[in-house]
């Protein structure tokens, strides 16, 4: 087993911390793992991605062309990323940072109302926590309760106290997810 995925959008919207869950959670699992930011002198507000591997084998490169899953949640990274998605894997995008949807139908399409739900639960630092649960919904490549220990890890202790409305945004994600584009078998 091997999934490449990238995570992108702007600086702020916890992509780097998502990328560092998924990356401890894979390590739990003992798997192999790289976690390979990118961002630029703007941490909040500037775009930022990261490509995260988790494999059963040695990850001989952490750099990456195509990618199995991209999680987007801006329209630069959309134009950027929705190319590198290898045919017949998956995108993920946020509504709330896209004015043009993606087009490929070669690729799984989802989308999630993160940045809405997350107001709906008057908590927008849990943005990112429910779209990592609608990533676990479409891709289960690590068990929840070893994504519960990374954002564990993750956080500083002083906000663990902020563990169990993560893990019920991570669920909520799980359940917002909704599919919008399936890979066509003729181009796949």
């Known amino acids: 087993m091997i999934q490449e995925i990238v995570i992108a959008g702007f600086g702020g919207q916890g992509v780097l911390s998502m990328g560092k869950i998924l990356a401890y959670s894979g390590i739990m699992e003992d798997k192999e793992v790289s976690w390979f930011p990118a961002y630029g002198p703007e941490q909040r507000g500037g ?111 002083r906000h663990h106290h902020l563990l169990p409305m993560n893990e019920k945004a991570i669920l909520k994600g799980m359940e917002i997810i909704e599919q919008v584009g399936k890979a066509s078998m003729e181009t796949v």
């Open 47 to 157: 775009t930022a991605n990261v490509t995260v591997i988790l494999s059963d084998n040695r990850i001989s490169s952490p750099v990456l062309n195509l990618y199995d899953v991209a999680i987007i949640l801006n329209q630069p990274s959309l134009d950027k990323f929705e190319k590198m998605v290898k045919p017949g894997g998956s995108l993920i995008y946020d509504t709330y940072g896209i004015q043009t949807p993606p087009t490929r139908t070669d690729i799984n399409v989802f989308n999630i109302e993160a940045m809405d739900t997350s107001m709906k639960m008057n908590n927008t630092q849990v943005f990112n926590m429910i779209v990592l649960g609608g990533l676990l919904k479409v891709s289960p490549m690590v068990q929840l309760e070893n994504v519960i220990l990374g954002l564990k890890k993750t956080l500083p202790e």
